[in-house]
């Protein structure tokens, strides 16, 4: 098994399993496996374990809480042994003048659009798009169907709820949280949680 390459999905439901399918798709000579991820990596014996027969290690990260992913990565960095990688759904696509990061994931429908940027760690998941010269800054998570604008910027470990939508050249701060079916046409301050509406659910009278 030596020289066998290994990709690393920290997870292990959920997106870890959507993650999972795209690599089988698009990689090839890779042993990919989901593992959950926990504080204290190295001494880990079912980690230390998984490694010992690859000498070219990757990983990806398939949770959206922006802390757990970067504690995570900040772990992983201390294992120079483990390099961050992209998976790309063969059927999302890509401008060929976007820029796409070190540890991405990029789901089947989603799409970049020209001249955008993602940093490292982003996840854009299935049906979500980027416009045209948006920024999105390291660990930002789109969930399905998450929509932003042209010459946008999203802050650093931010989360796009679904079918949410961002108005061109909206800049919004680190670690927001734009819940599900919401639209932001201003620019946002660093830790803020917006919101459409509050549902409001009433008893029904039966007759």
Excluded: W
Aim: aromatic share 6%; net charge positive; hydrophobic share 40%.
């Amino acid at each position: 098994m030596i020289n066998k390459k290994l990709l690393i999905i920290f997870g292990l439901e959920s997106t870890a399993v959507e993650i999972e399918e795209a690599a089988h798709l698009s990689l090839t000579n890779y042993t990919v496996t989901k593992l959950l991820y926990s504080e204290g990596l190295q001494s880990n014996s079912h980690f230390k374990k998984l490694i010992e027969n690859f000498t070219d290690i990757s990983y990806i990260i398939s949770f959206t809480n922006a802390d757990l992913r970067f504690k995570c990565e900040t772990q992983v960095l201390s294992l120079p042994a483990l390099k961050p990688l992209s998976i790309i759904h063969p059927k999302s696509y890509i401008s060929t003048s976007a820029q796409i990061g070190a540890g991405c994931y990029i789901a089947a429908n989603a799409v970049v659009s020209s001249n955008a940027r993602l940093e490292n760690h982003v996840m854009v998941n299935f049906n979500a798009s980027i416009g045209h010269d948006a920024h999105i800054k390291k660990h930002v998570s789109l969930l399905p169907g998450a929509r932003v604008s042209g010459n946008t910027i999203i802050g650093e470990g931010s989360v796009l709820g679904s079918n949410s939508f961002i108005f061109q050249g909206c800049s919004i701060g680190r670690n927001n949280v734009i819940d599900a079916l919401t639209a932001i046409h201003k620019n946002m301050d660093d830790d803020m949680i917006s919101a459409a509406r509050v549902t409001k659910s009433f008893k029904q009278i039966k007759r």
